[in-house]
């Protein structure tokens, strides 16, 4: 199918004029070629392997003269970055800021990385918080937090989540949540409640249209955070009620927030998380009950379910009332 | 022969081209609403979620159905049977039919355009019959050999292209044709020899091929999957003549179970190959304004530096990271400076609005989690912080 065709047929049945037509095909015939995600991404990889590589050489033969100076390109690379984004930074606004320059949320974005590093290190060399490492990750998750307000930046935000998260002790980045140990009750306890926190802080920006479109960022590691620990929860320990509890208003906040926003992705994970707790609850109550439940009853109920969840998708959109 | 409506993919790409020049003012409102109109298409294409979402729940009832038609069918005429894979074969058949009808029914009512379900009803009928063929092979316990069962897949596999465009299922399908080359080649001494060499020339060939079928009007209806092919192939024949894939390849194919893999012959062409065709990529996808060349090309690259590094200590790698990372850094800065305003055609500037800004910052949360802690083992984080995650396994 050729574009003169297509546009032959358009000019034809009068839907665009012909002088339409000729610029049209003018754009079409010249298209301009964007490398513009390409850039971004090489850049991001470029930070990335940067920093990793600087993060150990600052470690490597300590106490040779080459060692000061890594040292101190760290420092002066990580101080020329935060100054880039200091110089080039936009006034703040509750509403998203865009930065017209390239390379603002870049530099902003190394500094940061290089800062971890920088700490790291002072703290390994010099104990300068002494044995109190809880400072170590809180500092970072604090000046992050503040620059991602500051710069408006959702990367560095959920970068701040994250050592916010690891100061208490836990992993909240999506391929590492299950690497926390929820059979630690306390930390599991921990999990529930800062994920809350973390949707009620996404809500609240909504809600008062503070930086509003951070609040994906807290809903999505929040929400995850919440809903995996009282799944495990739920599967290991006492009081499965309160955790069935918390798991299925999660899911029906997801369901009914994706529902607001027509966000597909938080009504998918609504589903998912409420279709394990619910089937899980199902099961538990039934094997209290007798202990005979059959293997055709259990092959019944998930075909039959998941089948009813492929309809309510096919169907989803008369059903939430979205319209096309 | 073709399951989906020809005439509404193309008014459908037709409504695709206006939406673009609507976003670049070249087309109105009304008039961006009278093409529609004009060009009618009523497929069910729900968003990449709900894709993912119809997949994963869609497979589970399928799992479930499936045991309990081989519940029924064991429990009836188990006896019957002779032997267990003898049922198993037939059981894979049977289901394999019902999920062909599911399929069937799905495109023709629901109409959906690979929304997850349809792809996941024809990967398990495909997947049916590849355990059909495998238990009636299983049945006097003599297993066939590879190339048999390449060749038994091949018809289902094409015919399934053929009418279904499936993206997944016609890489499937290249790469079965590409395995029986291999296979055959393989019963040859002189083939092991020039495997690398008849490689690059299948790529090389099913490229040429794909460039003259894409012209084809006639052939619309394959687009995508021409397409996602073509990806293929740039990438098969770049892997046919990398370095360390033809060295390791030839000392597994050869059983030389050496510490380090023995040299292997033209070595230098290769070194050529694996540094030229990288190039190569890159500029023919600047120059022909192809993306997908463009970045297989970077990311080759990226790999024939690995593959250079593998055999010849230049660097340690905490400095060949910095080093990479700096030039990457530095590369990318003067690339987006120089491309502000377009150069031939190539541009910065972000033609399509990007949707993806909130999962951007996710992922790039996670390179706080990357930052390597190697020697810190009497310095704590808080105990969920497992630095140097993401860049384990390097140091």
Not at chain 1, 2 to 27: F, M, N, P, W, Y
Not at chain 1, 198 to 206: A, D, F, P, T, Y
Not at chain 2, 361 to 390: H, K, W
């Given at each position: 199918m050729k574009i003169d065709t297509i546009l032959e047929h358009l000019a034809g049945s009068k839907v665009i004029s012909s002088r339409q037509k000729e610029r049209i095909l003018a754009v079409e015939q010249n298209p301009l070629f964007s490398i513009h995600w390409e850039l971004r991404t090489l850049l991001y990889l470029g930070i990335t392997l940067l920093s990793s590589g600087l993060g150990t050489l600052i470690y490597q033969n300590i106490d040779s003269i080459g060692h000061s100076v890594i040292v101190a390109v760290i420092a002066i690379l990580c101080f020329a970055a935060f100054g880039y984004a200091l110089w080039k930074r936009m006034a703040f606004s509750t509403e998203e800021v865009i930065n017209p320059s390239p390379f603002a949320d870049f530099a902003l974005l190394l500094g940061c990385l290089l800062f971890v590093t920088l700490e790291g290190y002072v703290q390994y060399q010099y104990n300068l918080f002494g044995t109190r490492y809880g400072l170590v990750t809180f500092l970072p998750a604090i000046l992050f937090i503040g620059f991602a307000y500051l710069f408006d930046h959702r990367g560095v935000l959920s970068m701040g989540l994250t050592a916010l998260a690891s100061w208490v002790g836990?992993?909240?980045?999506p391929e590492k949540?299950?690497?926390?140990?929820?059979?630690?009750q306390n930390l599991l306890i921990l999990a529930i409640i800062l994920g809350l926190f973390l949707v009620l802080i996404g809500w609240l920006s909504e809600r008062y249209s503070f930086k509003k479109h951070f609040a994906f960022t807290y809903f999505f590691l929040g929400g995850n955070l919440t809903a995996i620990a009282s799944l495990a929860g739920l599967f290991n320990n006492e009081g499965k009620i309160i955790y069935f509890l918390v798991i299925m208003s999660l899911a029906i906040f997801g369901v009914m927030y994706a529902r607001q926003k027509q966000s597909f992705l938080f009504l998918l994970l609504g589903v998912i998380y409420g279709y394990i707790a619910f089937s899980y609850g199902l099961f538990t109550v039934l094997n209290s009950i007798s202990s005979e439940i059959t293997f055709l009853f259990s092959t019944l109920y998930f075909f039959a379910t998941c089948a009813g969840i492929v309809v309510f998708f096919i169907k989803i959109k008369d059903i939430l009332g979205w319209k096309k | 022969m073709r399951a989906y409506n020809e005439e509404w993919l193309r008014n459908l790409e037709i409504q695709e081209k206006a939406e673009t020049w609507h976003d670049q003012g070249l087309v109105t409102d009304e008039q961006l609403k009278s093409i529609n109109q004009a060009y009618p298409q009523g497929f069910y294409r729900p968003n990449l979620f709900l894709r993912i979402g119809l997949f994963i729940f869609g497979a589970i009832a399928c799992g479930f159905m499936t045991s309990i038609l081989s519940l029924m069918i064991m429990g009836v005429s188990y006896s019957n049977m002779g032997s267990e894979n003898h049922a198993i074969a037939v059981i894979s058949l049977l289901n394999g039919i019902i999920l062909l009808l599911a399929l069937e029914f799905t495109i023709r009512n629901i109409k959906t355009l690979y929304a997850g379900i349809d792809n996941m009803l024809l990967y398990s009928v495909i997947f049916s019959y590849f355990f059909f063929i495998l238990y009636v092979s299983l049945k006097d316990s003599t297993n066939f050999e590879p190339l048999t069962y390449c060749f038994l897949m091949l018809p289902i596999l094409v015919i399934a292209t053929i009418r279904y465009a499936e993206i997944v299922v016609g890489i499937a399908t290249y790469l079965c044709v590409l395995a029986i080359v291999v296979l055959i080649m393989m019963k040859f001494p002189i083939g092991k020899m020039i495997l690398p060499f008849v490689v690059m020339i299948f790529a090389g060939l099913s490229y040429w091929i794909l460039q003259i079928l894409k012209k084809k009007d006639g052939l619309f209806y394959y687009k995508n999957l021409f397409s996602l092919l073509e990806i293929c192939c740039t990438m098969l024949f770049y892997l046919g003549g990398n370095y360390l894939v033809v060295r390791e390849g030839n000392a597994m194919l050869n059983d030389l179970h050496a510490e380090v893999s023995p040299e292997i012959d033209f070595a230098p062409l290769f070194y050529f190959f694996t540094f030229a065709i990288p190039v190569l990529y890159v500029a023919l996808g600047l120059r022909r304004h192809d993306r997908k060349l463009l970045i297989i090309g970077v990311l080759a690259f990226g790999f024939s530096i690995f593959t250079y590094r593998q055999y010849h200590s230049i660097m340690p790698l905490p400095w060949a990271l910095t080093l990479g990372g700096f030039l990457m850094i530095l590369v990318s800065i003067l690339a987006i400076r120089y491309l502000k305003i377009p150069r031939a055609g190539v541009t910065y500037q972000a033609l399509v609005s990007d949707k993806n800004r909130n999962l951007e910052s996710i992922v790039l949360g996670q390179m706080v989690g990357q930052v390597p802690s190697e020697q810190q083992d009497n310095f704590q984080f808080g105990g969920g912080e497992s630095a140097g995650g993401g860049a384990e396994g390097n140091y």
């Amino acid at each position: 199918m050729k574009i003169d065709t297509i546009l032959e047929h358009l000019a034809g049945s009068k839907v665009i004029s012909s002088r339409q037509k000729e610029r049209i095909l003018a754009v079409e015939q010249n298209p301009l070629f964007s490398i513009h995600w390409e850039l971004r991404t090489l850049l991001y990889l470029g930070i990335t392997l940067l920093s990793s590589g600087l993060g150990t050489l600052i470690y490597q033969n300590i106490d040779s003269i080459g060692h000061s100076v890594i040292v101190a390109v760290i420092a002066i690379l990580c101080f020329a970055a935060f100054g880039y984004a200091l110089w080039k930074r936009m006034a703040f606004s509750t509403e998203e800021v865009i930065n017209p320059s390239p390379f603002a949320d870049f530099a902003l974005l190394l500094g940061c990385l290089l800062f971890v590093t920088l700490e790291g290190y002072v703290q390994y060399q010099y104990n300068l918080f002494g044995t109190r490492y809880g400072l170590v990750t809180f500092l970072p998750a604090i000046l992050f937090i503040g620059f991602a307000y500051l710069f408006d930046h959702r990367g560095v935000l959920s970068m701040g989540l994250t050592a916010l998260a690891s100061w208490v002790g836990l992993a909240i980045s999506p391929e590492k949540l299950f690497s926390n140990d929820f059979t630690n009750q306390n930390l599991l306890i921990l999990a529930i409640i800062l994920g809350l926190f973390l949707v009620l802080i996404g809500w609240l920006s909504e809600r008062y249209s503070f930086k509003k479109h951070f609040a994906f960022t807290y809903f999505f590691l929040g929400g995850n955070l919440t809903a995996i620990a009282s799944l495990a929860g739920l599967f290991n320990n006492e009081g499965k009620i309160i955790y069935f509890l918390v798991i299925m208003s999660l899911a029906i906040f997801g369901v009914m927030y994706a529902r607001q926003k027509q966000s597909f992705l938080f009504l998918l994970l609504g589903v998912i998380y409420g279709y394990i707790a619910f089937s899980y609850g199902l099961f538990t109550v039934l094997n209290s009950i007798s202990s005979e439940i059959t293997f055709l009853f259990s092959t019944l109920y998930f075909f039959a379910t998941c089948a009813g969840i492929v309809v309510f998708f096919i169907k989803i959109k008369d059903i939430l009332g979205w319209k096309k | 022969m073709r399951a989906y409506n020809e005439e509404w993919l193309r008014n459908l790409e037709i409504q695709e081209k206006a939406e673009t020049w609507h976003d670049q003012g070249l087309v109105t409102d009304e008039q961006l609403k009278s093409i529609n109109q004009a060009y009618p298409q009523g497929f069910y294409r729900p968003n990449l979620f709900l894709r993912i979402g119809l997949f994963i729940f869609g497979a589970i009832a399928c799992g479930f159905m499936t045991s309990i038609l081989s519940l029924m069918i064991m429990g009836v005429s188990y006896s019957n049977m002779g032997s267990e894979n003898h049922a198993i074969a037939v059981i894979s058949l049977l289901n394999g039919i019902i999920l062909l009808l599911a399929l069937e029914f799905t495109i023709r009512n629901i109409k959906t355009l690979y929304a997850g379900i349809d792809n996941m009803l024809l990967y398990s009928v495909i997947f049916s019959y590849f355990f059909f063929i495998l238990y009636v092979s299983l049945k006097d316990s003599t297993n066939f050999e590879p190339l048999t069962y390449c060749f038994l897949m091949l018809p289902i596999l094409v015919i399934a292209t053929i009418r279904y465009a499936e993206i997944v299922v016609g890489i499937a399908t290249y790469l079965c044709v590409l395995a029986i080359v291999v296979l055959i080649m393989m019963k040859f001494p002189i083939g092991k020899m020039i495997l690398p060499f008849v490689v690059m020339i299948f790529a090389g060939l099913s490229y040429w091929i794909l460039q003259i079928l894409k012209k084809k009007d006639g052939l619309f209806y394959y687009k995508n999957l021409f397409s996602l092919l073509e990806i293929c192939c740039t990438m098969l024949f770049y892997l046919g003549g990398n370095y360390l894939v033809v060295r390791e390849g030839n000392a597994m194919l050869n059983d030389l179970h050496a510490e380090v893999s023995p040299e292997i012959d033209f070595a230098p062409l290769f070194y050529f190959f694996t540094f030229a065709i990288p190039v190569l990529y890159v500029a023919l996808g600047l120059r022909r304004h192809d993306r997908k060349l463009l970045i297989i090309g970077v990311l080759a690259f990226g790999f024939s530096i690995f593959t250079y590094r593998q055999y010849h200590s230049i660097m340690p790698l905490p400095w060949a990271l910095t080093l990479g990372g700096f030039l990457m850094i530095l590369v990318s800065i003067l690339a987006i400076r120089y491309l502000k305003i377009p150069r031939a055609g190539v541009t910065y500037q972000a033609l399509v609005s990007d949707k993806n800004r909130n999962l951007e910052s996710i992922v790039l949360g996670q390179m706080v989690g990357q930052v390597p802690s190697e020697q810190q083992d009497n310095f704590q984080f808080g105990g969920g912080e497992s630095a140097g995650g993401g860049a384990e396994g390097n140091y």
